[in-house]
Nanobody, 124 residues
Framework: QVQLVESGGGLVQAGGSLRLSCAAS????????MGWFRQAPKKEREFVAS????????YYADSVKGRFTISRDNAENTMYLQMLSLKPEDTAVYYC?????????????????WGRGTQVTVSS
């Protein structure tokens, strides 16, 4: 089992940047495939990015490709999401998620563990 805690959200102007962190408990972080999802008001939770166990492979939603970068530090049990050139439509609660063997890593149903989320608000 793993517990996840997100941090780094906040209010930023359009064009600005933020870096989200996801701290994981336990000593088996490297055995988890990790993902970031987001949920805006009145919308379904959507995939943002995911990263393989060693960090070798990364995947992005088309809407964030080229602006967001996912990474992880297995020694620090932490995953990151660097967000650049933020847009108002990026406003959402951002969640990190973990699964040891996600069958569908771009879908929320592929993950077993979730953090509580961190709010990102981008003003125009």
């Amino acid at each position: 089992q793993v517990q996840l805690v997100e941090s780094g959200g906040g209010l930023v102007q359009a064009g600005g940047s933020l870096r989200l962190s996801c701290a994981a408990s336990g000593r088996t972080f490297s055995t988890y495939f990790m993902g970031w999802f987001r949920q805006a008001p009145k919308k379904e939770r959507e995939f943002v990015a995911s990263i393989s166990w060693t960090g070798r492979n990364t995947y992005y939603a088309d809407s964030v490709k080229g602006r967001f970068t996912i990474s992880r530090d297995n020694a620090e049990n932490t995953m990151y999401l660097q967000m650049l050139s933020l847009k108002p439509e990026d406003t959402a609660v951002y969640y990190c998620a973990a699964a040891q063997n996600p069958g569908h890593h771009m879908q929320s149903r592929g993950y077993d563990y979730w953090g509580r989320g961190t709010q990102v608000t981008v003003s125009s």
